[in-house]
């Protein structure tokens, strides 16, 4: 057997104690299984005398990640640490350019850099494995990457986010708010202090970015992507959506279109029947539509120590095994420009909730203004609110009526520009929310 495999892991948090946990327990499994050993030589994280919940035993520590990534005692640099510059983006680019093959769990780090990062570590003949980046546990990138290149992907989309899949799943289970869902989540440690990233999507489309690149071959675009969070959602959509027959998801999908490919995150109706609507809590799950296997989904857990330790030390295999796949699925200068699909030529049905004024004649307005736009309604559901009584028990006055409507297929462009006219009309109190329905089998 070939001398063994030395690996500096950078970064000794959730992730990186796992892997070295890991590596202790099925080590010579791995070895086995792959032809060579993989040991864990030396560590670095800021902080030498923090407890980290694995035997650091004999490892040699390096404070700066830099100086371990440029160190003869390492063959793999594992980054670990997290964030799209700093010491993660320079101790990867100083492993790459020493000649370090690299693995990383950093979704931040590629979908910024992946691009110039795959071409460096293709200059420099060594490997920049990512699978843990997106979806943790989930073997999606291998399976886009490899297993599905016989395949033309017409769409790839998927729950990326665990935080928002354990919010809107407890809003419908239970019938709670969204912030009592998400103080919940903090409490019990789904969602970080400071939540944004994770409820305002951006967490979901740097992991979309990665997965776009690698479906449709094109350059990483992260700024290119059409984003909503979920922090709009209420009961009354989830319990709406409930009697149509849909439930209400966070998605990231990249679809092939005729001018372009969207890349969107957004909340979105999935049909009750379909396989990403039975998703519930904090799993994760990948569809990918290829043009000869067809649909396949993929779940699982999408973060968790020990899940994104799984992945990060598949990627250390593939190395000991001597695999050399393109990082990004084909050579980084072969990668098409990202040519962006308007989301105002965005084709689909929508979900629209309007708390429409309490007067003659008002929905009629509404429904001509959809059909002025060339907008087919394919269900309208009116739910008649008891008029308000002050307390000398008179009638307060009429309160606005909520009335949904579910379109046909139609157009991004068209469904906004009929809310502008009847936003302009007076027959509608606040703003409307739209949800777009996911087209799904
Ligand atoms: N957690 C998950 O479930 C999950 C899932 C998928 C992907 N990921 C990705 O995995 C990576 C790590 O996440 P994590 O949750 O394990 O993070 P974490 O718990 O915050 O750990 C980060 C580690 O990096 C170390 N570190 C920070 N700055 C450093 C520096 N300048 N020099 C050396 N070490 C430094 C910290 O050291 P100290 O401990 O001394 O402060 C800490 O050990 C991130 O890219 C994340 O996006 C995480």
């Given at each position: 057997m070939a001398n063994a495999l030395r690996l500096g892991v950078a970064g000794l948090g959730t992730v990186g104690a796992s892997v070295v946990n890991l590596i202790a327990k099925h080590g010579n499994a791995i070895a086995r299984k792959s032809g060579r050993g993989v040991d864990v030589t030396a560590v670095s994280a800021r902080d030498k005398s923090r407890e980290r919940g694995c035997d650091l035993t004999g490892l040699t520590w390096f404070t700066d990640p830099v100086e371990m990534a440029e160190s003869d005692a390492i063959d793999v640099f594992v980054e670990l640490i997290g964030g799209d510059n700093g010491a993660?983006?320079?101790?990867?680019?100083?492993?790459?350019?020493?000649?370090?093959?690299?693995?990383?769990?950093?979704?931040?780090?590629?979908?910024?850099h992946g691009v110039a990062l795959a071409a460096?570590?293709?200059?420099?003949?060594?490997?920049?494995?990512?699978?843990?980046?997106?979806?943790?546990?989930?073997?999606?990138v291998k399976t886009l990457r490899e297993s599905m290149s016989g395949n033309e992907i017409s769409r790839v989309y998927g729950i990326l986010n665990g935080t928002c899949n354990y919010i809107l799943s407890r809003m419908e289970d239970e019938g709670i708010s969204f912030e009592d869902c998400l103080a919940d989540?903090?409490?019990?440690?789904?969602?970080e202090a400071d939540p944004t990233f994770d409820i305002e999507g951006n967490d979901t489309a740097h992991k979309l970015a990665i997965l776009t690149s690698l479906a449709f071959g094109t350059k990483i675009s992260a700024d290119d992507i059409y984003l909503e969070g979920i922090t709009s959602i209420t009961t009354a959509d989830i319990e709406a959506a409930d009697e149509l027959g849909y439930r209400i998801k966070l998605l990231g999908v990249a679809q092939r279109t005729e001018t372009g490919i969207e890349q969107r995150v957004h909340p979105t109706m999935v049909p009750k029947s379909s396989a990403i609507a039975r998703i519930d809590g904090v799993l994760n799950a990948v569809a990918v539509d290829g043009d000869f296997v067809g649909e396949i989904v993929l779940v699982g857990p999408g973060a968790g120590g020990n899940a994104t330790a799984s992945s990060v030390v598949a990627d250390i295999a593939d190395i000991a095994r001597g695999d050399e796949t393109p990082v990004l699925g084909m050579p980084a200068v072969d990668l098409d420009d990202y040519v962006r699909?308007?989301?105002?030529?965005?084709?689909?049905?929508y979900y629209i909730r309007f708390s429409v004024v309490?007067?003659?004649?008002?929905?009629?307005?509404?429904?001509?203004?959809?059909?002025?736009?060339?907008?087919?309604?394919e269900s309208i559901v009116q739910r008649r609110r008891a008029p308000m009584v002050s307390e000398n028990n008179n009638s307060a006055g009429a309160q606005p009526q909520p009335v949904i409507l579910i379109t046909y297929e139609t157009t991004e462009v068209a469904v906004r520009e009929a809310l502008e006219t009847i936003a302009s009309k007076g027959v509608i109190s606040g703003a409307p929310q739209m949800i777009r329905i996911e087209k799904l089998t």
């Open positions: 993660a983006e320079e101790s990867v680019r100083a492993a790459l350019s020493s000649g370090k093959h690299v693995v990383t769990a950093n979704k931040a780090l590629l979908a910024k460096l570590a293709e200059e420099k003949g060594v490997c920049l494995n990512y699978e843990a980046a997106v979806a943790g546990g989930i073997p999606i989540a903090q409490r019990l440690g789904y969602a699909a308007r989301m105002r030529l965005h084709e689909g049905g309490d007067r003659p004649g008002a929905f009629a307005e509404i429904a001509k203004c959809m059909a002025d736009a060339g907008i087919s309604l």
